[in-house]
C-alpha cells in the first residue's frame, strides 16, 4: 500500500498494484479498511486498487497515472512510461 495524491485536489488516498502473487493480500487489505463486498480476483491482475470514497475501484495502471501524483520511487510500479 502506498499514499498518493490526487493530480486536481490534492486529497489523499491509498492504492494497491494486484500482482499475480498478491490478490488475496489485497483483498485482505481492503478487508481491514471496512470493504468487505469488494472481491479482488486473479482478473485484476495488472490493475490498482484505489481505495477511495464510499467504494474501492480498479484502474488501469494509465488511469491511475492520470488521476494521481506517482512519487518517483514508486515510477516503475505505478507509473507509465514511453516504452
Avoid at 36 to 46: I, N, S
Wanted: aromatic share 8%; glycine share 8%.
Amino acid at each position: 500500500m502506498a499514499v498518493f495524491a490526487h493530480a486536481e485536489t490534492g486529497a489523499r488516498t491509498v492504492a494497491r498494484k494486484v500482482t499475480g502473487t498478491n490478490v488475496t493480500d489485497v483483498s485482505q487489505w481492503l478487508h481491514s479498511l471496512g470493504f468487505v463486498l469488494f472481491a479482488v480476483t486473479e482478473e485484476m491482475v495488472g490493475l490498482v486498487i484505489v481505495a477511495d470514497g464510499d467504494s474501492p475501484r480498479a484502474v488501469t495502471v494509465a488511469e491511475f497515472a492520470a488521476e494521481f501524483v506517482v512519487p518517483e520511487h514508486l515510477v516503475d510500479e505505478y507509473g507509465v512510461t514511453d516504452d
